[in-house]
C-alpha cells in the first residue's frame, strides 16, 4: 500500500492501467510543496522529468505549485504569466488513458486548482465555470470507480459547499447539474480514515473555506 497526494493505492490497484506513475520522489516533491518550499520543488521536478517526461504526475504537482504560490502570494504579474500554464496542464491530462480511474481524478483536481486561483484575482465567471467542471468530473469519477476513495475526499468537500447555496439560488445550480448536500459531503470526508491521507482533512478543506470567505 503506497500513500500518495490522491490518497492510497490499495494493493489491488495494480491492474489498473494509470497515466500516473508514482514513486518514492514524487512525495519528497509533494512535501516541498506543500511545505512552501516551491522553488525546491520546483527544481526536482526539473530533474526527475528528465528520466521520465512522459509521467503525467508531473503536469498535477505543476499544478500543485503553482496553486499555492499564486493563492499565497497573491502576485498579479505572476498570475498573468502563470495561469495560462493551467489549461495547457489541462490539456496534458486529457491525453491520459481514459480507463483509469486517475484518469477524470487527475482533470477534476486541475479544473478545481484553476478555479481557485480565479476566485482569488477575482475572475468569478471563470472560476465558476471550471469548478462546475472539476465537480462534474469528480461525480463521474465517483459513478464510474465507486471503491476509488480518493475521489471522496474532493466529491464530499466540493457538495458540502454546493450545499451551502442560499435556498433561494439553489435552482442555479441545479441548472448547472451541481447538487449537493451538507451531510452527504460530510459523510463522504468521513468515511475515509485520516490515517490513509498524506493531505490532512484540515489541509484538503483549506482551499474550499477560502472559497466560502472570498464569495
Known sequence: MLPTCFGVLNDNSSHWSIPIQLDASYTKIYESITSLRIPEARTLIS????????????????????????????????????????????????????????????????HLHKSLIAVRFNKNLEAALDFRKAFLLFKANKKAYPNFTPTDVYYGLMSTVIGTIPKGYQWMANVLGMTGKISEGNALVLNISIAKMLIPINVATKPFLCILILS
Do not use: H, T, V
Not at 528520466?51 to 504579474?77: G, M, T, V
Not at 502563470?82 to 486541475?110: N, T
Open 47 to 110: 530533474q526527475d522529468k528528465k528520466a521520465n517526461a512522459s509521467n503525467l504526475i508531473y503536469p498535477l504537482l505543476e499544478s500543485y505549485a503553482d496553486f499555492y504560490q499564486l493563492f499565497l502570494n497573491e502576485n498579479k504579474a505572476e498570475y498573468s504569466r502563470m495561469y495560462p500554464a493551467f489549461e495547457q496542464r489541462i490539456q496534458l491530462l486529457e491525453d491520459g488513458p481514459k480507463q483509469s480511474p486517475y484518469y477524470l481524478y487527475s482533470l477534476a483536481l486541475a
